[in-house]
Nanobody, 125 residues
Framework: QVQLVESGGGLVQAGGSLRLSCVAS????????LAWFGQAPGKGREFVAA????????YYVDFVKGRFTISRDNAQNTGALQMNNLKPEDTAVYYC??????????????????WGQGTQVTVSS
């Protein structure tokens, strides 16, 4: 069993930055790929970014490319999402998740085994 806890959300003006953190309990974090999803009000969870266990492969949805950076530290059982040049459209609850399924299905929420509780990001215009 793995538990994930996110932090780092908040209210920021457009153009600002936030750094989200995800701390995992358990000793198997390094076996999973890590992803971040965002859920805006009234919408489903949407894929944002993912990173493989060794950090050898990283993938971003087009909307955040060049603005967001995903990273992980397996020694510390942590993951992060650096969010720069934030836009009002980025407003959502952000969740970290880890999965052991196929990397080719990384954008699908059903590919993930464990989820955090979410952290709210609000970007004002």
């Amino acid at each position: 069993q793995v538990q994930l806890v996110e932090s780092g959300g908040g209210l920021v003006q457009a153009g600002g930055s936030l750094r989200l953190s995800c701390v995992a309990s358990g000793r198997t974090f390094s076996m999973y790929y890590l992803a971040w999803f965002g859920q805006a009000p009234g919408k489903g969870r949407e894929f944002v970014a993912a990173i493989t266990p060794s950090s050898g492969n990283i993938y971003y949805v087009d909307f955040v490319k060049g603005r967001f950076t995903i990273s992980r530290d397996n020694a510390q059982n942590t993951g992060a999402l650096q969010m720069n040049n934030l836009k009002p459209e980025d407003t959502a609850v952000y969740y970290c998740a880890i999965g052991s399924g196929r990397w080719s299905k990384k954008e699908q929420p059903t590919s993930y085994d464990y989820w955090g509780q979410g952290t709210q990001v609000t970007v004002s215009s």
